[in-house]
């Protein structure tokens, strides 16, 4: 029965689909928290994210790999929020067709945004959701927190949270 | 007992027969099928907001003056170029015209943008966030006196900022944020409500307000210097001035209203132009939050990049954010039965990428999959009693709404029913009658026709602020009252 999150060498197909669709996750496990990573405003209003590693998080993951993708997340957002060359070229370009263009263009910082989505997606599929996490993109809750939701497995229940981590090794 | 799990996916909502939803290719047909079912996002805002054209043209509850506005504008150009451009080209350059429409175009449109557009509004906490933060003051809980002010201090730059706890919205304000009450949200970087234009003034309008009050003035002062000229030239060769003005009434009537705006317009625009160059909001000004009167000594404005140049540039140049509110995303369907295949919903998108609607496979997969993490069982409490260490409330996890939060503010758009436009139009009419009655009574210097600054007119007078603000000795008190009113 799948007590692990081990979806990869598991060959039962269902379990395949599991693995292959995040939302599957859910059928076969219920949600037991959230963890909510708060913004870090150190630097002003730009969108950083505290790379503080939640201790609900501690059995779960490995503290180096959820700091780099927190730190990934923030250089995207720096990327995306950079005022310099372009930025002012996409500016003043816009301000001289009153701003039209921004209905025809799509932004720098929407590009950003898909790329961190597309990032977090990968993520999600190649780290977290083995692991049982699942990170929601923080553009969906008004980018002011990164949400991860982390799931127990239901036929585990009964027993503790950490024996489902326990496939996190055979897993990469 | 996975088994049941599966089945319980609604192939209804589904394009395909396939039990697992696959990629959402199928966004317009799902979309189809389910629109007696799922609404869009921006059916159920809890705001005071209101929508048009499906979600794509959001304004404020209140329209304010912004009828007024147009009309004003429309109407002294309109006169501009029919009794005042013939006789100008004849006597001077057909640039004048030309000059004006350039001017007009960009008032008008900006003036649009200003007041159609998001401003940067917050969406409100999510039942798991507004908990996670409740869970979060009661622990660190020092509160010896009721009511908790719930406030929290960030250090930004070596600078100590208060955070306010907005408990509308369930959450803590960013920093610069500020709740506006007119429309009953959190706005970023909020500058102020402006009723001439009918829509708050945040981090995402501010640069289309900016360069409306700017063209405005341009257009203003244009329109004034063109027709005292013509006015010059007819009135040449001793007939007087009366004379030309009985020659050509419609240019008296531009003259008293644009005479009447151009100072305050420009008062306006010098006033913002300040502002710009110091990174400073209309909100913090009057305020005082920097300058060092309502607290330390010390405080500088820690978003500032101390040359004026950056500062214009980061405020007006900079990248453009996103919004924030999926106004055209679909509601996450919260019926426990229904699963996740229910919720393939539109991307997150911008108003204006509509059109490409269905080109966000991979994010669909995981937004659907994220959005609404509801358990499908809705019984926690074999969770619960496994690890006795989560403190998770079993009571927020079953409970389905993972939309924004509904529990508070939300007047017409409770999810239980299905509100329309119309109810919010009248409810708020009396109000912004009531709100310009006010405005105007307070002594204004000024008549009531003229085009001039938003919600700047009462007797106070300003702080002690450099550079020429005539146009705002007044008019603190609505918008001190919209300000103070804030939670």
């Given at each position: 029965m799948g007590r692990s999150w081990d979806f990869q060498h598991d060959n039962d197909p269902k379990h395949k689909a599991i693995f292959h669709n995040l939302q599957e996750l859910r059928h076969s496990a219920s949600l037991a928290n959230k963890v909510f990573i708060q913004r870090d405003y150190s630097e002003g209003t730009t969108c950083r994210f505290q790379t503080k590693f939640p201790?609900?998080?501690?059995?779960?993951?490995?503290?180096?790999?959820?700091?780099?993708?927190?730190?990934?997340?923030?250089?995207?957002?720096?990327?995306?929020?950079?005022?310099?060359?372009q930025s002012y070229l996409e500016g003043c370009l816009a301000c001289t067709t009153a701003y039209i263009i921004f209905l025809c263009m799509e932004t720098r910082y929407e590009k950003v945004l898909k790329k961190i989505g597309r990032y977090i997606q990968e993520q999600n599929e190649k780290i977290y959701a083995p692991r049982g996490l699942l990170i929601t993109d923080p553009i969906e809750r008004g980018m002011r927190v990164i949400e991860i939701s982390i799931y127990e497995d239901r036929a585990s229940s009964g027993s503790s949270s950490g024996s489902s981590s326990t496939s996190g090794t055979s897993a990469r | 007992m996975n088994n049941c799990e599966y089945q319980q996916i609604d192939p209804q909502a589904l394009s395909t027969p396939i039990p697992t939803p696959t990629l959402p290719q199928p966004t317009v047909v799902v979309e189809k099928e389910k629109r007696e079912k799922a609404r869009k996002k921006w059916e159920v805002f809890p705001g005071k907001n209101r929508f048009y054209c499906d979600g794509r043209i959001i304004v404020a509850g209140q329209s304010g003056v912004l009828p007024l506005t147009i009309g004003l504008i429309l109407v002294t150009t309109g006169l501009f170029f029919v009794f005042d451009c013939p006789f100008l080209?004849?006597?001077?350059?057909?640039?004048?015209?030309?000059?004006?429409?350039?001017?007009?175009?960009?008032?008008?449109?900006?003036?649009?943008q200003t007041s159609f557009t998001d401003p940067g509004i917050l969406p409100r906490a999510t039942p798991d966030e507004a908990a996670d933060i409740e869970r979060q003051i009661d622990s660190s809980g020092s509160s010896s006196y009721r009511p908790p002010p719930r406030t929290k201090e960030v250090m930004i730059n070596q600078q100590v900022v208060k955070l306010k706890y907005c408990f509308t919205c369930k959450m803590f304000r960013p920093p610069r944020t500020s709740h506006c009450s007119l429309c009953d949200n959190c706005v970023e970087r909020f500058d102020h409500h402006c009723p001439w234009v009918g829509n708050c003034v945040g981090k995402r309008n501010y640069r289309f307000f900016y360069t409306f009050i700017v063209s405005l003035s341009f257009l203003t002062a244009f329109i004034f210097g063109c027709v005292a000229t013509h006015l010059a030239l007819r009135a040449q060769g001793g007939r007087g001035l009366m004379f030309a003005l009985q020659e050509s009434p419609a240019s008296a009537v531009e003259l008293v209203i644009c005479f009447f705006s151009v100072w305050s317009i420009l008062g306006l625009s010098g006033f913002h132009t300040y502002l710009v160059a110091s990174n400073l909001t209309t909100n913090e000004d009057i305020k005082g939050s920097w300058s060092g009167k309502s607290g330390a000594e010390d405080t500088v404005n820690p978003y500032s990049y101390n040359?004026?140049?950056?500062?214009?540039?980061?405020?007006?140049?900079?990248?453009?954010?996103?919004?924030?509110?999926?106004?055209?995303?679909?509601?996450?369907?919260?019926?426990?039965?229904?699963?996740?295949?229910?919720?393939?919903?539109?991307?997150?998108?911008?108003?204006?990428?509509?059109?490409?609607?269905?080109?966000?496979?991979?994010?669909?997969?995981?937004?659907?999959?994220?959005?609404?993490?509801?358990?499908?069982?809705?019984?926690?409490?074999?969770?619960?009693?496994?690890?006795?260490?989560?403190?998770?409330?079993?009571?927020?996890?079953?409970?389905?709404?993972?939309?924004?939060?509904?529990?508070?503010?939300?007047?017409?758009?409770?999810?239980?029913?299905?509100?329309?436009?119309?109810?919010?139009?009248?409810?708020?009419?009396?109000?912004r009658h009531h709100r310009t009655r006010s405005r105007r009574g307070r002594g204004s210097k000024r008549p009531a026709l003229h085009i001039s600054n938003p919600a700047y007119n009462a007797s106070l007078s300003p702080p002690s602020s450099p550079g020429p603000r005539p146009s705002h000795t007044g008019a603190r008190d609505p918008r001190r009252d919209s300000i103070v009113a804030l939670h």
């Open positions: 201790s609900e998080l501690d059995s779960r993951i490995e503290r180096t790999l959820f700091e780099d993708t927190v730190k990934t997340l923030n250089n995207y957002y720096a990327e995306a929020e950079k005022i310099g060359g | 080209v004849k006597h001077l350059t057909v640039f004048i015209p030309a000059i004006g429409g350039v001017l007009f175009v960009f008032v008008v449109i900006s003036l649009l040359t004026i140049i950056t500062n214009c540039c980061s405020v007006l140049c900079g990248p453009m954010p996103p919004s924030l509110i999926d106004r055209r995303g679909f509601v996450p369907v919260e019926a426990s039965s229904q699963t996740s295949a229910t919720e393939m919903e539109l991307p997150m998108l911008p108003v204006k990428k509509e059109t490409n609607v269905c080109a966000q496979g991979t994010k669909d997969l995981l937004g659907s999959a994220s959005r609404s993490p509801c358990p499908t069982t809705g019984k926690p409490q074999p969770v619960a009693a496994a690890d006795p260490a989560v403190t998770f409330n079993p009571a927020l996890i079953s409970d389905p709404a993972a939309m924004p939060s509904l529990t508070c503010g939300g007047r017409h758009h409770s999810h239980t029913t299905s509100p329309p436009d119309e109810p919010r139009h009248h409810h708020h009419h009396h109000n």
